[in-house]
Each structure stands twice: as structure tokens, then as C-alpha cells.
């Protein structure tokens, strides 16, 4: 389908992206750029990439399609990086966890180029780093959430719908404004709990010695606290408003089950945890096999 991806980061999920894409036979020739040259060096002795490119806009020239895998925070200076050979021809996509933000930044650095990118936001990941994790299989199974704007041309949103779901995924339209209320609830917000809880255990005297007991409860809990530091700041941060709104309603939601615990009412303590247990059992069964990050 395309003669050459240009990959700006060549990361864990650009490179997953890039092996992927290689492996379904939809692209003939990689070329990768990151702001680490030992990283574009990297991914293609381990042959994620074909090409190094000393720059963000030399590994898009020539690209019928391009991958945008860095922070959310360096997006908008990569768009105004390569916004002089972006074509209306061109398929542009990033795999940012938030969307308003991003597509606020290609409206500000592509401006009538615009047209040519397609925010995505695959849901897929790992608590590991580096091109060296890279997995074709990566995003086989998933949820990939894509939020066109009014300027998003047509037949790019169409190619896009194409490409993912060639990779196995299952692809799902939505606003910016409505995917970032929702991953503040369901991705956003349990990150920052998990953040918060190990701080808090590992900042008593005797933190060490409770983590050393703890089982697959604590395990499963706090998975996610060994993400991506700097992935998840800019997450945080970019994300805010939505995210304070939704920390809000978990304070109240944990204040009432305290003040409950307080007052020693078992009865109602049990009506609470038999709704969230029944609420969860549902999702359960109504979710994808393999679950978002």
C-alpha cells in the first residue's frame, strides 16, 4: 500500500508500528529519524528502520506515510519541523495518549497542511521502553481510537481506517475533547493512583518491608506505576483539566467509602464493594481479550 514510512521515533511504539506495517507487506522501505542518533542506529541494526536520517523533516521526504512516536509534549515542535514537505498526498498519524492537545499543535504548525494528519491514539503499550521492546504484535487485538478534525481530509482518514485495521486492530472515531474526558477516567487517572500509592507506601519508615509482602493484588494494582516517567509527565500535565475533574470525583468516591469505614457500617460498606465488583465483572465480560493499558 505504501512505498515509505517516515518514522519520527523510533521508540517501542514506532518501531512495533514499523515492524508491524513491514510484516502485513503494507510498506516497501522505512526510514527512521529520533533525537538520539544511538536510537536511529539501534533500530536499524535490529532492522525496525532501513534508513537513519539525520532529521525529523529528511525522514519524511519521500514518505507517503508517516509516524509521529514522541512525547506529546515535542509534537507541535515536529510538526513545525516537517510542515515544508507535508503534501496533501501524505498520511500522517501520531500515537499520542492525549488528542486535543496534538491536534491543537498541527492546527498551530501545519495550518493548511493540516489536512494531511490524522490524530490516533492506539491502545496499546508496555511498561518497558526502547526500540529493543519493539513487537509487531504489539498492536494486534487493540483499540485505536482516532479523532479527525473538521480539516482532516477524507481519503487520509479512510487510509488510516485501512492501516489499522490491517494490523488487527479495531479502530473507534472520536472527538479530541471526547477521547480526552474519557482516557482521564479510564488510563489517566489510574496511572496517577498507581504513582501516588507506591509513593506513599515506599515513603513510610517501614515501605520496604509491606512491599515485601505483598502478592498479585499489589502486582496487578500497580503495574502501571513502572511506566514511562517522562511519557506520563507530559501525559499528566497535557491532560489536566480532564484529569483533575475525574481525581476530584475518585476523593469523593473514596471519602465516602472512609466515612462509612469510620461510622462501621458493614452493610452499606458491602453494597458499595458489590457494586464496584459487579461493575467490573460486567466490563469483563464485554471487553477486548487483552486489555488497554
Known amino acids: 500500500m505504501f512505498e515509505q514510512l517516515g518514522l519520527i521515533g523510533c521508540g517501542l511504539m514506532g518501531g512495533s508500528f514499523a ?9 516497501k522501505r522505512v526510514v ?4 538520539s542518533p544511538s536510537t536511529t542506529e539501534r533500530a536499524r541494526a535490529l532492522g525496525v528502520i532501513d534508513v537513519e536520517a539525520p532529521s525529523a523533516l529528511l525522514a519524511i521526504s519521500g514518505a507517503d506515510i508517516v509516524l509521529i512516536a514522541v512525547p506529546v509534549a515535542a509534537t ?3 510538526f ?4 515544508h514537505l507535508v503534501t496533501p498526498q501524505m498520511l500522517i498519524m501520531d500515537v499520542g495518549s492525549t488528542k486535543r492537545d496534538v491536534t491543537e499543535a498541527s492546527r498551530r504548525a501545519l495550518r493548511e497542511r493540516m489536512g494531511s494528519f490524522v490524530p490516533a491514539h492506539p491502545i496499546a503499550g508496555k511498561e518497558v521502553a526502547g526500540v529493543e521492546h519493539a513487537d509487531a504484535d504489539l498492536y494486534t ?3 485505536v481510537i482516532l479523532t479527525p478534525t473538521e480539516r482532516t481530509l477524507t481519503v487520509q482518514l479512510k487510509k488510516a481506517e485501512q492501516v489499522w485495521t490491517a494490523l488487527g486492530c479495531h479502530v473507534r472515531l472520536m472527538s479530541p475533547e471526547s477521547h480526552d474526558a474519557a ?4 488510563s489517566h487517572l489510574p496511572h496517577l493512583m498507581a504513582f501516588a500509592l507506591m509513593n506513599a507506601i515506599s515513603g513510610q519508615p517501614q515501605g520496604q518491608d509491606y512491599m515485601s509482602l505483598a502478592g498479585p493484588g499489589f502486582r496487578d494494582f500497580t503495574r502501571i506505576a513502572a511506566s514511562d516517567p517522562k511519557v506520563w509527565r507530559d501525559i499528566l500535565i497535557s491532560n489536566r483539566e480532564e484529569l483533575l475533574a475525574q481525581s476530584k470525583l475518585l476523593q469523593r468516591s473514596l471519602a465516602e467509602l472512609e466515612l462509612i469505614i469510620a461510622q462501621g457500617d458493614g452493610e452499606l460498606l458491602e453494597q458499595l464493594i458489590e457494586h464496584a465488583s459487579q461493575t467490573r465483572s460486567r466490563w469483563r465480560m464485554s471487553s477486548p481479550s487483552r486489555n488497554p493499558k
Do not use: C, D, N
Not at 19 to 27: I, K, Q
Open 19 to 27: 515492524l508491524a506495517l513491514r510484516r502485513a507487506g503494507l510498506v
Open 32 to 35: 527512521g529519524y529520533s533525537k
Open 76 to 78: 507541535e515542535a515536529t
Open 80 to 83: 513545525k519541523a516537517i510542515k
Open 141 to 143: 487485538g487493540r483499540q
Open 183 to 186: 482516557f482521564a477516567a479510564v
